[in-house]
């Protein structure tokens, strides 16, 4: 499985920006994806999960600015970036956790198998 997030770039603060993930190879019949971002010289920290419905979780610090969706038909995800913040600064990561069903809900929201390589974003003040 391999994961390719694109879209990044440098944009000014209240900017927007939208963030893809593209899954190739081995594909299943039901998976959840999310993002994380990792600031210099932070640790890796969740922003958003998305389960094979459409239900989305979010981290309190994009809750409102940031929204999540997929093209389950296209195997892509997809993290569109609004009113951002310098603090928003990071590297963003994909990734995508297998599940099954239901089950898939109760799955933490950290908790992942695939990861792909990040896209930096960069916000200007």
């Known amino acids: 499985v391999q994961l390719q997030a694109s879209g990044g770039g440098l944009v000014q603060a209240g900017g927007s920006l939208r963030l893809s993930c593209a899954v190739s190879?081995?594909?299943?019949?039901?998976?959840?994806m999310g993002w994380f971002r990792q600031a210099p010289g932070k640790e890796r920290e969740f922003v958003a999960r998305i389960v094979w419905s459409g239900s989305t979780s979010y981290a309190n610090s994009v809750k409102g600015r940031f929204t999540m969706s997929r093209d389950n038909a296209k195997n892509t995800a997809f993290l569109q970036m609004n009113s951002l913040k310098p603090e928003d600064t990071a590297v963003y990561y994909c990734?995508?956790?297998?599940?099954?069903?239901?089950?898939?809900?109760?799955?933490?929201?950290?908790?992942?198998?695939?990861w792909g390589k990040g896209t930096l974003v960069t916000v200007s003040s």
């Open positions: 990734a995508l956790k297998r599940c099954s069903g239901y089950g898939c809900y109760e799955v933490p929201l950290e908790d992942m198998d695939y």
């Open positions: 190879g081995r594909t299943f019949s039901s998976y959840n």
